[in-house]
């Protein structure tokens, strides 16, 4: 459909991290007003605040674009893509179309500065500029202590989120979208490259399907088949978990729709586990409001008594060996070949991962949260750098730095069976298997020496 000549000069829905067309106040707003909407997706790659993608996550991006530009064209409209820095792309964008209005979902982290330049000098051009909530079921300036500081720890955190409540329900998408009479030209996902050149994402293509169609269906999937499995999430092996974390990092599903669906009827033995999860959803949000009030977590320790640790430089080879699995401890190796192959790992062995690498192997958690920012489908801006913090102890409420995860024991408790050790390292029983690169023993002594000259350098 396109817009009749007397309609309202046309509107731009920029998207980012929300690549959905049902609950997404933005474009709702803007078909609202009436008239043509142009619907922008700009690859940022330049501006500060912003941190380029990794390459999992350019090839979920790319994925999800297509499938966003075809919901938006069954709707009437046409996907613009655009590359840029934001502050001369969408001016830019405005003065080509002659638009009237703009409007975006909020972004939380260093790239708010950003928009909110933008607000400031399109709003002085005679622009309309609205934003909105659509990431987080709480905006992080909504929930801080009672002296306005924020939290630092979760659970005080997340009940006071509860205790707030959940604004409103889902928004339908739109019946339609009306299109300029001209559609502006933009470039083709060809021309950005996102897939990697080397095919190491055919296992990306095996377990994923990107798009807003195959989250609501995960979502269904684990809300009517999973969730009563949710009280096992610590074992690898067993389906236990949503796989939802792709899909809320691009936005593709929005929280309200995951905190909705769980309020709906679920079976007894599901319901009984409905809160575990939705506290989970509340450990993201948590992260959010780390990164709004320190949006260097990912360069900086949230704690600067680490700033004084004794990290080890030299250890290339061992960070080699840990990044393709190649340790000889076979949880981690099961954990980095799966991270690798799939684009995922399984949250108890993110910990122990990590763990490994930056206990035992002394290696800065800065260098880990790196290789998984690279390898995530789910890479997220907030909850990489501050669950890396977590494990390390450098973070908010994190897991104190002396509690040291033994992998062997870790899996001896949540890989009984081995199911998941043994898919990942088939070779695990043979003689071809690696011998442990370090002793797990020695490398904890080590540790917690490590951490002594951090808390004698802290004392002085
Ligand atoms: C070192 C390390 C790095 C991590 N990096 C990321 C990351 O980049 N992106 C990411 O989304 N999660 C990250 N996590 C958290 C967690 O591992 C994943 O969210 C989870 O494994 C995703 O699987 P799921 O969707 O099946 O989880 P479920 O258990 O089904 O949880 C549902 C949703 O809750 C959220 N969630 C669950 N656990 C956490 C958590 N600990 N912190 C924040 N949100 C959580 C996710 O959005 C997830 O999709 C990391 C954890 C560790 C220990």
């Given at each position: 459909m396109t817009a009749p000549q007397n309609s309202p000069a046309p509107a731009i829905v920029w998207?980012?991290?929300?690549?959905?067309v049902?609950?997404?106040?933005a474009l709702v707003a803007a078909v609202e007003r009436g008239g043509a909407v142009v619907v922008l997706?700009?690859?940022?790659?330049?501006?500060?605040?912003?941190?380029?993608?990794?390459?999992?996550?350019?090839?979920?991006?790319?994925?999800?674009?297509?499938?966003?530009?075809?919901?938006i064209s069954t709707l009437g409209g046409q996907l613009v893509?655009?590359?840029?820095?934001?502050?001369?792309?969408?001016?830019?964008l405005v003065a080509e179309l002659d638009a009237g209005a703009v409007f975006?979902?909020?972004?939380?982290?260093?790239?708010?500065?950003?928009?909110?330049?933008?607000?400031?000098?399109?709003?002085?051009?005679?622009v309309e500029?609205q934003?909105?909530?659509?990431?987080?079921?709480?905006?992080?300036?909504?929930?801080?202590?009672?002296?306005?500081?924020?939290?630092?720890?979760?659970?005080?955190?997340?009940?006071?989120?509860?205790?707030?409540?959940?604004?409103?329900?889902?928004?339908?998408e739109p019946t339609a979208i009306t299109a300029p009479r001209d559609t502006p030209a933009g470039?083709?996902?060809?021309?950005?490259?996102?897939?990697?050149?080397?095919?190491?994402?055919?296992?990306?293509?095996?377990?994923?399907?990107?798009?807003?169609?195959?989250?609501?269906?995960?979502?269904?999937?684990?809300?009517?088949?999973?969730?009563?499995?949710?009280?096992?999430?610590?074992?690898?092996?067993?389906?236990?978990?949503?796989?939802?974390?792709?899909?809320?990092?691009?936005?593709?599903?929005?929280?309200?729709?995951?905190?909705?669906?769980?309020?709906?009827?679920?079976?007894?033995?599901?319901?009984?586990?409905?809160?575990?999860?939705?506290?989970?959803?509340?450990?993201?949000?948590?992260?959010?409001?780390?990164?709004?009030?320190?949006?260097?977590?990912?360069?900086?320790?949230?704690?600067?008594?680490?700033?004084?640790?004794?990290?080890?430089?030299?250890?290339?080879?061992?960070?080699?060996?840990?990044?393709?699995?190649?340790?000889?401890?076979?949880?981690?190796?099961?954990?980095?070949?799966?991270?690798?192959?799939?684009?995922?790992?399984?949250?108890?062995?993110?910990?122990?991962?990590?763990?490994?690498?930056?206990?035992?192997?002394?290696?800065?958690?800065?260098?880990?949260?790196?290789?998984?920012?690279?390898?995530?489908?789910?890479?997220?801006?907030?909850?990489?750098?501050?669950?890396?913090?977590?494990?390390?102890?450098?973070?908010?409420?994190?897991?104190?730095?002396?509690?040291?995860?033994?992998?062997?024991?870790?899996?001896?408790?949540?890989?009984?069976?081995?199911?998941?050790?043994?898919?990942?390292?088939?070779?695990?029983?043979?003689?071809?298997?690696?011998?442990?690169?370090?002793?797990?023993?020695?490398?904890?002594?080590?540790?917690?020496?490590?951490?002594?000259?951090?808390?004698?350098?802290?004392?002085?």
């Open positions: 998207l980012r991290d929300d690549l959905r049902a609950d997404n106040p997706y700009l690859l940022d790659e330049v501006s500060a605040g912003i941190r380029p993608l990794g390459s999992a996550s350019r090839w979920w991006l790319h994925h999800s674009l297509e499938s966003l530009a075809s919901a893509l655009r590359r840029g820095a934001a502050a001369e792309e969408l001016p830019r975006w979902n909020r972004r939380y982290g260093a790239s708010r500065d950003i928009d909110a330049a933008l607000k400031l000098r399109l709003r002085a051009d005679g500029v934003s909105f909530q659509a990431s987080l079921l709480f905006e992080p300036w909504t929930v801080t202590t009672g002296d306005g500081n924020p939290y630092r720890v979760f659970t005080p955190f997340w009940r006071a989120c509860l205790s707030r409540g959940v604004a409103r329900s889902p928004l339908s470039d083709t996902l060809a021309d950005w490259a996102l897939l990697p050149t080397r095919d190491w994402s055919v296992g990306l293509s095996e377990k994923w399907s990107p798009g807003e169609d195959a989250a609501h269906d995960a979502l269904e999937h684990f809300a009517t088949d999973i969730l009563e499995n949710y009280h096992r999430r610590d074992e690898p092996g067993v389906e236990s978990t949503s796989g939802l974390s792709p899909y809320l990092r691009f936005g593709e599903l929005s929280p309200l729709q995951v905190w909705h669906r769980l309020q709906a009827p679920l079976i007894p033995a599901a319901q009984k586990n409905a809160a575990h999860f939705l506290s989970e959803i509340g450990w993201r949000e948590f992260n959010w409001n780390i990164l709004y009030f320190s949006p260097e977590l990912h360069t900086k320790n949230y704690r600067p008594a680490f700033d004084a640790f004794p990290w080890r430089t030299d250890r290339e080879r061992h960070l080699r060996a840990w990044k393709h699995g190649r340790t000889g401890i076979p949880l981690v190796d099961a954990g980095m070949r799966e991270l690798r192959q799939s684009g995922v790992m399984h949250n108890r062995i993110r910990m122990v991962t990590a763990s490994f690498l930056i206990k035992n192997l002394l290696i800065d958690w800065r260098v880990g949260e790196a290789w998984f920012w690279d390898t995530l489908v789910d890479a997220d801006e907030a909850s990489n750098p501050a669950n890396w913090q977590w494990v390390a102890g450098s973070g908010a409420d994190a897991a104190p730095y002396f509690r040291v995860f033994n992998p062997l024991l870790q899996a001896e408790k949540f890989d009984k069976q081995r199911r998941y050790v043994v898919r990942w390292v088939p070779e695990v029983d043979s003689s071809d298997y690696a011998k442990p690169i370090v002793d797990l023993k020695l490398s904890r002594q080590d540790a917690l020496a490590a951490y002594d000259v951090m808390k004698a350098a802290e004392a002085r």
